[in-house]
């Protein structure tokens, strides 16, 4: 549950209530992670609470409502230490749906490949030229920089496998193409006219 362990993270410098951890979390990782949602915060700290991880305080204030006040316990900074000591391990695979355009662009032929090869390439192409500038606008916060320096080493990456595709695929794209059958005009209309005709009456 990491989302759960960075409220922890983020708790460990001082109390803090919902919209002041919101607002902290999404400073702290940037644009590449995304928003948090406000309800979806709330639940997890309810969580926390109940787990013994956050104690929960009520602060008055004259002229708001009141409002929650979280607290990090001592047993939230021992599973905070735990979970942020621990080496991380893939555990769901490397599911993309990139994969499946492969599939489908193979089974069309070697053309379809080659679009989908040269027109995914321009697309990591882009979004590098868009992490530069990302990275540039916030190379004095150290941890939002070291998640695009994440998600340019990632993009790179994929532009790497999208040669090996190239390479390893596009003989099968050809294979694929040679074996299937071929469908002429008229085939197709003898197919539709040996279809089942329903009955009249």
């Known amino acids: 549950m990491p989302l759960h362990h960075a409220v922890l993270a983020l708790l460990t410098r001082r109390p803090n209530h919902g919209y002041e951890l919101k607002a902290r979390f999404e400073e702290a990782v940037g644009p590449q992670w995304g928003g948090l949602n406000i309800g979806h915060l709330y639940q997890i700290l309810e969580r926390l609470v109940r787990d013994g991880y956050v104690s929960r305080s009520q602060v008055t204030q004259t002229d708001r409502p009141d409002k929650n006040l979280y607290t990090l316990t001592e047993a939230g900074e021992a599973e905070l230490r735990s979970w ?4 991380w391990v893939r555990v769901g695979g490397f599911r993309d749906e990139l994969f499946l355009k492969l599939l489908g662009a193979v089974a069309l032929g070697p053309q379809a490949l080659a679009t989908l090869i040269e027109s995914q390439r321009q697309t990591y192409l882009s979004e590098l030229a ?3 500038q990302q990275r540039r606008a916030h190379a004095d916060e150290p941890l939002v920089a070291v998640l695009i320096d994440a998600a340019i080493a990632h993009t790179k990456a994929d532009l790497g496998l999208l040669d090996s595709a190239e390479q390893h695929l596009g003989p099968l794209a050809t294979a ?3 074996q299937a059958p071929e469908r002429s005009p008229s085939r197709v209309r003898d197919d539709a006219d040996e279809a089942p005709r329903g009955r009249a009456g």
Do not use: I, N
Not at 84 to 87: D, E, L, N, Q, V
């Open 84 to 87: 942020a000591t621990t080496a």
């Open 176 to 178: 694929q193409s040679a």
């Open 130 to 132: 868009g992490l530069a």
